[in-house]
């Protein structure tokens, strides 16, 4: 893989890492991979096993697609939320349809 490859893709990690509101630290915990690891993997200067790029599209709810070559691309809309949540197990549903009722409960 090409270096400029190697940023391109750790920019794209970082913008959604940045979408996310989660530092650095959080999101290498929630992909389960070493904190240094992953820092080196957003600014390009390591590349990441099958295995971990797994990880890191569960954790981010993204496209292996989008974040390898840019495409596949999260769309905005209901369908979105469906592709995360089809990606849950059945205890982040129970715990998503809590939130989604509070944020509801509090719109009102």
Partial sequence: MQKQQLIDMGHRLRQRRT?????????????????????????GTSQ???????????A???PMEYIVLGEGEPRGDASAVQDMLD?????????AEEVLKLFLMKQN
């Avoid at 096993?49 to 599209?57: A, F, Q, R, V």
């Avoid at 849950?88 to 549903?93: D, G």
């Fill in 87 to 95: 990606r849950c197990s059945a205890r982040e549903l129970r715990l």
């Fill in 60 to 62: 981010m709810h993204l």
């Fill in 19 to 43: 979408e996310l509101g989660l530092t650095r630290e959080k999101m290498a915990e929630l992909a389960d991979i070493g904190m240094g690891y992953y820092g080196q993997l957003e600014v």
């Fill in 48 to 58: 990441m096993s099958l295995d971990t790029l797994i990880k890191l599209s569960r």
